[in-house]
């Protein structure tokens, strides 16, 4: 069975400094990778994706992601945090067939610091 | 606009009182899906659908039906809710395909039940 384990609850980092949020997923097939954030009383928006091609992606608000097959994970990397990024953020994994059928992880939700 | 629209955003019911949350899409998608969050567990799969009148269950069915007799909706009904059906929901649709299709979520609907 398919999962996504994403090992940090929380996390918290100071305005400016580096952040990296942890994926680590289990799938018996070729994967398709997700990073979302959910804002306070938002719904799910998509930070970024992963196929195929180049293993390391770029998204939306400089927020980066390095799939490592070898490692089976998909961290979600940004060299300087923002006070507008405190948010939920979610890894998922589905079928590369059907972006609907998404597994999530638990998420880890992100609190920065002045 | 593109979109994936819930309603209601919010409600508070009785244990044992049928509701029916709407979801409908504007993008022509074939699948349609429906989660709920719920802290610490992230979005599990309710229901999905690849097509009108094709739907099948996710993870966490119990206590759920779905329709889909049209492309654009499709809603979620609880027959008798009860106090641990007290979630966040959301819908999710998207064209099938390999590689380049992601889901678009609606707004969530944040359900309670007493």
């Known amino acids: 069975a398919q999962s996504v384990t994403q090992p940090d609850i929380h996390i918290t980092v100071s305005e400016g400094a580096s952040l990296e949020l942890r994926c680590n997923y289990s799938?018996?097939?070729?994967?398709?990778l997700f990073w979302y954030v959910q804002s306070p009383g938002q719904g799910l928006q998509l930070l970024l994706k992963?196929?195929?091609?180049?293993?390391l992606v770029q998204g939306i608000k400089g927020f980066e992601a390095e799939f490592k097959r070898s490692q089976s994970s998909f961290n979600l990397r940004k060299p300087s945090v923002h006070w507008s990024d405190a948010a939920e953020y979610f890894c998922?994994?589905?079928?590369?067939?059907?972006?609907?059928?998404?597994?999530f992880g638990g998420g880890t939700r992100l609190m920065v610091k002045p | 606009e593109a979109q994936v629209t819930q309603n209601p955003r919010y409600l508070i019911t009785v244990t044992g009182k049928k509701l029916t949350v709407t979801c409908s899409q504007n993008?022509?998608?074939?699948?349609m899906s429906w989660y709920r969050q719920d802290p610490g567990l992230g979005l599990r799969q309710i229901y999905y659908?690849?097509?009108?009148?094709?739907?099948d269950k996710g993870d966490v069915p119990e206590g759920y039906k779905v329709s889909r007799k049209e492309k654009r909706n499709f809603p979620l009904i609880l027959e008798s809710p009860s106090p641990n059906q007290t979630s966040l929901y959301f819908c999710?649709?998207?064209?099938?395909?390999?590689?380049?299709?992601?889901?678009?979520f609606g707004q969530g609907t944040r359900l309670t039940v007493v």
């Open positions: 799938y018996g097939a070729t994967p398709y």
């Open positions: 998922a994994v589905g079928p590369i067939n059907a972006g609907n059928m998404l597994t």
């Open positions: 659908s690849m097509n009108v009148e094709v739907t």
């Open positions: 993008m022509n998608h074939e699948y």
């Open positions: 999710a649709s998207s064209r099938p395909g390999t590689g380049n299709t992601e889901a678009f």
């Open positions: 992963y196929f195929s091609g180049d293993t």
